[in-house]
């Protein structure tokens, strides 16, 4: 007794597997930093035990057994990525693809496979997202509901259940167990992107299927895209299997940029939700903005509403950067609306919180007070002076 419990590996902190999971093996391989293998072929001499292999991954969907195959099937380095992401989020497996969108619509075509074209979904969810299944562009059908009426949603051909929790662009949050126990036999999907694995792990809450958009967060410095499913193994050979079929696959050196990315995930998701947090509190006691949007779990985002234009507080900022994405080092400001929920239609924008005038900020490392007098300038700037301040001529006379 005493040496198997000897033998039991004690569980090791989420900020510990940050740091080491999927790198188990570098020091027996002699190296430090994990292996980049950008190969898209290998060599094997026997043609035969080739082929025997690849029928086995087209039967089973498991990963191949001894040396790969061809970059399509399966690669060193971004399953390194997807080993230490399904330790993170407490599952058996996770799959990576080329975006979050590739991942999305890999597990729609696993549910379609299978006669299972019906989708039950809660609003508000990434825009793409939600043009993926209102737009029914891989015969997908969709009902939307509040998280109160999925249960009665259901029907047999009901293939998965869709929320997003903290919800983009409102930061909406779902009670995930009481979801889950309407779901039934359906499985789950919850789109963990904003959150990470640092502030909730949606698999303990009974989600089958964890989304993530690996750009975001993951990746954390803007410089890499990718995105990921963690799940059950079963599930995850019937993803693989879509995965080689379509070509969605993530690149090698995405793979060992996410993988690095996620060594530092814990410590920037708690940094940049302190600062959040300060920002929200900030902002809900500023007379400029009518209503602020924070989530109870915390997390690093940030929506407001402003009483004036939102279009001059994107114009006006300075130290954060306008554009789309998030989850970046850096702060990051857009307006819903006219970017990421554009595609969807503007009453169905209004009827899940998403107004016109909500602005969307992704905190990232800077100092709070940086932030705050960036932030606090451009609410006091007008579209026409915070436009006018931006012209090149304007900026070239100010350095003089």
Known sequence: MENAAAAAPAPRALATEAVHAGRE???????????LDLSTTYPSYDAAAEAARI???????????GPPVYARLDNPTTARFETALAKLEGTEAAVAFASGMAALTAVLLVRASMG????VAVRPLYGCSDHLLNA???GTEVTWTDPAGIAEALRPDTGLVMVETPANPTLAEVDL?????????VPLLVDNTFATPVLQRPAEDGARLVLHSATKYLGGHGDVMGGVVACDEEFARKLRQVRFATGGVLHPLAGYLLLRGLSTLPV?????STTAADLARRLDADPRVARVHYPSIGGAMVSFEVYGDPHGVIAG???ITPAVSLGSVDTLIQHPASISHRIVAEGDRHAHGV???LLRLSVGLEDVEDLWRDLTEALSAHPADALAARRPEHLSSARV
């Open 25 to 35: 093996d570098l020091a027996e391989l002699g190296v430090h930093a994990p292996p």
């Open 55 to 65: 029928d086995a991954f087209a039967e089973t969907g498991a990963r191949l057994d």
């Open 116 to 119: 299972l074209r019906h989708v």
């Open 136 to 138: 029914g562009l891989l």
């Open 177 to 185: 167990r009481a979801v889950r126990h309407a779901c039934g036999s």
């Open 268 to 272: 920037r998701v708690r940094a940049a």
């Open 317 to 319: 900022v300075r130290l």
């Open 355 to 357: 107004s016109d005038r």
